[in-house]
């Protein structure tokens, strides 16, 4: 361009005037800055956004009315989208079902959910929080955690109401009942009658040879103090009122005899010998209870029950002085009171201040645990009667198979035995012939996964075969014994390990040809690992032993007389979701069952889905409480149309013994409303009635990385 | 080198004369009756265009308004959607895939080519409204929010990766690349040059990290996206 302009400027005088000009023109622009309008720039431009918003996986459930919900309802609310709800999901009734109502709150559904006992199951308890706080109290009957407190204190304080006629509080230690002492406790009767606190020689509320050192309010709203036979009333003046709080102290000395004072105050006082007189005994202690109907005392009340709200009861070894009550008196808060009892030294405090999700899962005089034992259903239609019984170390896996639970097994000692080995139209004896078992295992090494023996039990069988297990390299095996011992090993096909602590799951399949040859197969992970080549097809005079029989879970007697035999007869791990069926699985069969990806679906696929089982064995009950009381209480959950504890199609059975109150399922992602129902297992106590059962719930949902989560540890069934 | 040099100092003569003759030019007047003749005519200079269109699942904007004489600044700010997808159900580790598309609407091309800024991301909160129970709920973590959206972005005309910068294809989400990340490395050339009627497709991956947690639901992270297409 330039080049161009010399050669017109060089050839014409008037050109380069006139591109002279333009040129100096270009040059004001620039100085100016108007370079864009000479310079000719266009563009165009879209100004945009891009917005990225995420999902809210949120649950809600309902009980009784009240919502629960896994997140406050707030912006920037969402934290661990974990709530603890007051409801429980148990009626108290025991044998009474309860509803709850499941609600997806967020923009994402679930895409799993489930309900377990979110802890370990006990009694509610009175903690005794004296620095021995040995003596721990349990409530029993119509006694409710959570009542307000005294109207002095302005923490908020709470007490525990007691309904007049059947709730008390027992408490576990005997002790020697002191000569010197001092009873104490804030209550606000809601009747002029009944027992605030005392001592009897029995653990129970029933008669007892001994019963004094009683605080009890009479007809006339007055406080009585029994000691030995001796009975203390307060003055007509201090009568109390009902809806009232009052701080009532007893004392009683050796030398000064006994007082009694209401709100720091004494109100009445005596001296007499008998006053001073000690009842020796070893009792117990009873909150809201004890023995004064038809005792020797006067101004008897007509119910040995409270009614009425008691918080903050303790039992010193000393006779407070009444600088010491009142000092008590003028605390203005729960927590300041509660550090000056704890400073008087008292025997027992129990300040009934929680709200019944303290635990106690101990030992109970005269409660013994359920010896009923787990029971292991067979959930087979056909006809389903093979139940299992569990013997020695059996546990709970909650992590089991296709979203179930398992059993664990601990290798030396636990199995569990079927039910039936006579012959009747499922369970042909001779054993079976043309058949296929089939179980998920995880392990972490070598034994028995179930078998076949002529004996009822783990002694040594003359018979045995129909054998699967893990031999020593993390095989699976499966062997039978057609004259002559056979088995089929994946090692046949693959060098895997599969005692690698997951779950797998292996089918054997037994197919006669003829009389005297047949076909076994063996299949892990849905995958044919044995049997596809020569050698195993079998010969001999049945394809398996001809013997009656029953089946072993977690045992079998494989361990002896077989090359590739389990290290162990025993099952060290978990197993899950057995069954037996009367045909023999084909290998599509065997993938759809490895396919099943929920306990409902392969609950429907091996009774009838895929294939009729003759037992089915899921192996998802829970485990038996450790705590005795806990193990007289099961429950059913109904989701629906179904069953998920235990699984089944349709609806829920009659409580079963062995749906003890631990344990967890999968809920279908729809979110049903969930029918928990009840039922006493076994012969309660005598001991153990009236105890309040409890364990935490949860309900969970979770949707790819988010989750929500509802607790429940307010409630218990009443035993 | 000597002859460039006699021209320059040439030019600037000239142009001192040149403004001169203007000058006289402007002050004589003939005095003089002359004959003449007319030939009446016209001549027509008609610029060219340079327009740019976007679009998204919500639909196609334009950087000037479609009418006689709208042209001014040529920059759309206007334009509805979302170019990181509409999903409103994101999880962690579950990708959103959204498609945009920039075509060169006007009559000349475009030499130097085509890019995309991206601004700063804040996050803001977006519950849920349709619940019955928690119309209300979001998550906390608003400050961490938009550190936990990865982002991948494709060029298919081009079939590289843009963000990151990559010869071929986008890596998997992660968070090396978020919308933090990008704000960080912007802008990115989708095309250094661009004719008259072509376009260039992005494909935008976005997924919530799985270092995400339940604080980072009902949330909002957005970010300014400015293509301009330049002469």
Redesign the interface.
């Known amino acids: 361009m330039r080049r161009m302009r010399r050669r017109l400027a060089r050839g014409n005088p008037l050109v380069s005037l006139l591109l002279g000009s333009f040129s100096l023109l270009g040059v004001i622009a620039l100085l100016s800055g108007s370079l864009t309008v000479y310079g000719g720039q266009f563009s165009g431009q879209i100004a945009g956004s891009g917005t990225f918003r995420s999902g809210t996986q949120l649950l809600s459930d309902t009980i009784g009315g009240t919502n629960c919900l896994s997140s406050p309802n707030s912006n920037a609310g969402i934290a661990s989208n974990h709530a603890t709800c007051t409801t429980y999901p148990l009626s108290t009734a025991v044998g009474s079902a309860s509803t709850t109502t499941l609600g997806s709150q967020g923009s994402v559904a679930p895409t799993s959910a489930s309900v377990a006992t979110g802890g370990t199951c006990g009694v509610q308890q009175f903690a005794d929080t004296s620095a021995t706080g040995s003596n721990t109290g349990l409530p029993l009957g119509g006694a409710t955690f959570g009542a307000t407190g005294p109207s002095s204190f302005t923490d908020s304080p709470r007490s525990v109401a007691f309904d007049g006629s059947t709730g008390w509080g027992e408490t576990l230690s005997s002790l020697v009942m002191p000569a010197n002492y001092t009873l104490m406790a804030w209550i606000k009767p809601s009747a002029l009658n009944g027992v605030i606190l005392g001592a009897t020689s029995t653990q129970s509320n029933v008669a007892a040879a001994n019963n004094d050192r009683m605080l009890w309010i009479d007809a006339a709203g007055r406080l009585d103090f029994g000691n030995d036979v001796t009975t203390l009333r307060t003055t007509a003046a201090s009568a109390l009122t009902s809806g009232t709080w009052y701080f009532v102290v007893a004392t009683k000395s050796t030398t000064t005899g006994m007082t009694t004072y209401i709100n720091g105050v004494a109100k009445n006082s005596v001296a007499s010998a008998g006053a001073k007189a000690t009842l020796n005994y070893n009792g117990f202690w009873h909150l809201g209870w004890g023995g004064a109907v038809g005792s020797a005392f006067s101004n008897l009340p007509t119910t040995d029950y409270f009614a009425g709200d008691i918080a903050d009861a303790a039992v010193f070894p000393t006779a407070l002085t009444a600088a010491a009550v009142t000092g008590l008196y003028g605390q203005t808060t729960q927590a300041a009171f509660s550090a000056q009892v704890v400073a008087d030294a008292p025997t027992s405090y129990w300040a009934l201040q929680d709200t019944g999700t303290s635990l106690y899962s101990g030992a109970i005089a005269n409660v013994a645990a359920n010896g009923g034992g787990t029971n292991f259903r067979d959930s087979s239609n056909n006809p389903g009667t093979n139940a299992g019984t569990g013997a020695g170390g059996l546990g709970v896996d909650l992590s089991g198979p296709i979203g179930d639970t398992a059993t664990t097994m601990n290798g030396t000692t636990g199995w569990i035995q079927t039910a039936v080995g006579t012959p009747t139209a499922f369970y042909a004896s001779p054993g079976p012939q043309s058949f296929s078992i089939a179980a998920w295992f995880k392990a972490t090494t070598s034994g028995s996964i179930m078998g076949f023996t002529n004996l009822q039990s783990n002694a040594a069988p003359g018979t045995w075969d129909r054998h699967m297990w893990l031999d020593a390299a993390g095989h699976v095996a499966f062997g039978v014994y057609p004259n002559a011992v056979f088995e089929v090993n994946s090692s046949a096909t693959t060098g895997t390990n599969y005692a690698d602590g997951n779950w797998h799951f292996a089918v054997a399949t037994v197919a006669p040809v003829s009389a005297t040859v047949g076909t076994v197969l063996l299949y892990v992970d849905g995958s044919l690992v044995a049997g596809s080549v020569g050698n195993e097809t079998i010969t001999g005079s049945d394809p398996a032993q001809v013997y009656g029989g029953w089946w072993h879970l977690g045992w079998s007697n494989a361990n002896n007389g077989w090359t590739d035999g389990p290290t162990s007869g025993y099952w060290g791990g978990s197993l899950g979701q057995i069954a037996v069926f009367p045909s023999v699985l084909s290998a599509a069969n065997v993938a759809s069952l490895h396919g099943a990806s929920s306990a409902l679906a392969y609950l429907s696929a091996v009774t009838g889905g895929v294939a009729t089982s003759n037992a089915y064995w899921p192996l998802d009950e829970g485990a038996q409480p450790a705590s005795p009381a806990c193990t007289y209480i099961a429950v059913t959950i109904q989701a629906g149309s179904a069953c998920i504890y235990p699984i089944a199609t349709g609806a829920c059975p009659s409580v079963p013994s062995s749906n003890w109150l631990s344990m967890s399922s999968s809920i279908p992602t729809a979110l049903p409303a969930l029918k928990f129902t009840t039922a006493v297992s076994g012969a309660v106590p005598a001991a153990a009635v009236g105890l309040h059962v409890s364990v935490p719930w949860t309900v969970t949902g979770g949707a790819s990385g988010f989750s929500s989560q509802l607790s429940h540890n307010s409630g218990y069934v009443l035993l | 080198m000597d002859s460039d040099r006699r021209?320059r100092k040439?030019?600037?003569?000239?142009?001192?004369?040149?403004?001169a003759?203007?000058g006289l030019t402007a002050s004589i007047t003939l005095g003089v009756t002359t004959f003449s003749a007319q030939v009446g005519g016209t001549g027509t200079f008609q610029t060219?265009?340079?327009?740019?269109?976007?679009t998204?699942s919500t639909g196609t904007?334009?950087?000037?308004s479609n009418s006689a004489g709208s042209i001014t600044t040529?920059?759309?700010?206007a334009?509805s959607?979302?170019?990181?997808?509409s999903?409103?159900?994101?999880?962690?580790?579950?990708s959103?895939v959204s498609t945009v598309t920039?075509t060169n609407?006007?009559s000349?091309n475009s030499a130097t080519g085509l890019t995309l800024t991206?601004g700063a991301c804040a996050a803001a909160?977006?519950?849920?409204g349709?619940?019955?129970?928690?119309?209300?709920?979001?998550?906390?973590d608003?400050a961490g929010?938009c550190g936990k959206?990865d982002?991948t972005i494709f060029n298919t005309t081009t079939a590289k990766c843009v963000y990151p910068v990559t010869a071929g294809a986008c890596p998997a989400p992660s968070s090396a690349n978020t919308?933090v990340t990008m704000a960080s490395a912007s802008p990115f050339t989708l095309a250094s040059t661009l004719a008259s009627g072509a376009n260039v497709g992005l494909t935008?991956t976005?997924q919530?990290d799985?270092t995400?947690?339940?604080?980072?639901?009902?949330?909002?992270?957005?970010?300014?996206?400015?293509?301009?297409?330049?002469?």
């Open positions: 021209t040439g030019g600037v003569i000239a142009a001192l004369i040149g403004v003759v203007l060219g265009t340079l327009l740019l269109s976007k998204n904007c334009l950087s000037s040529n920059i759309n700010a334009c959607g979302s170019d990181l997808g999903g409103t159900t994101n999880v962690p580790q579950v959103q920039l609407q006007g000349i991206t909160a977006a519950p849920y349709a619940s019955a129970l928690n119309p209300l709920s979001s998550g906390s608003t929010f959206v982002v919308l935008i976005t919530l799985a995400a947690t339940n604080a980072d639901q009902g949330l909002a992270a957005n970010a300014s996206m400015t293509y301009t297409l330049g002469q």
